[in-house]
């Protein structure tokens, strides 16, 4: 596993820096957002560290996106109001990535207040 000492998001696999985890095995770590865009957001990183999509081969590929579906289906099945789900992965700053070690946003989305457009 590669590790970047400078890097928050592999101190937080270390459980170096304080985190709330949702689920965790030998290839990736989830854990909520510090942010929470929608109550539950989660990241999902690969535990080795990459800085972004760029740095993937096709087996880390492979490893991480298969799990992210049963990381999905199990937020989703935490809380019954969640009917829906944001999956956002940024690669680059100019794309609005602001943690340089590649990661997956889960966001859900509930049913929208009377007035949403
Ligand atoms: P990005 O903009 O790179 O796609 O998303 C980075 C995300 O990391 C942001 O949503 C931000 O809130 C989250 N984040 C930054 N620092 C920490 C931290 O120390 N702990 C946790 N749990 N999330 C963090
Ligand atoms: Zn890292």
Redesign the pocket.
């Given at each position: 596993m590669a590790y970047d000492a400078d890097c928050?998001?592999c101190k937080?696999i270390r459980n170096e820096?304080p985190?709330?985890v949702v689920y965790e095995d030998d290839v990736v770590k989830a854990?909520?957002?510090?942010?929470q865009?929608t109550p539950g957001?989660t990241?999902v990183v690969p535990k080795t560290h990459v800085a972004d999509i760029f740095g993937y081969d096709a087996d880390l590929a492979a490893a991480v996106f298969s799990r992210i579906p049963k990381i999905a289906q199990a937020i989703k099945a935490s809380d019954p109001a969640i009917i829906g789900m944001n999956i956002?992965?940024?690669n680059g700053k100019v794309a609005?990535?602001?943690?340089?070690h590649s990661?997956f946003?889960l966001i859900p989305r509930y049913q929208p207040t009377e007035g949403f457009a």
């Open positions: 928050i998001f937080i820096i985190n709330t854990f909520l957002d510090i942010t865009v957001h990241l956002v992965n940024n609005y990535q602001s943690v340089l990661h946003h």
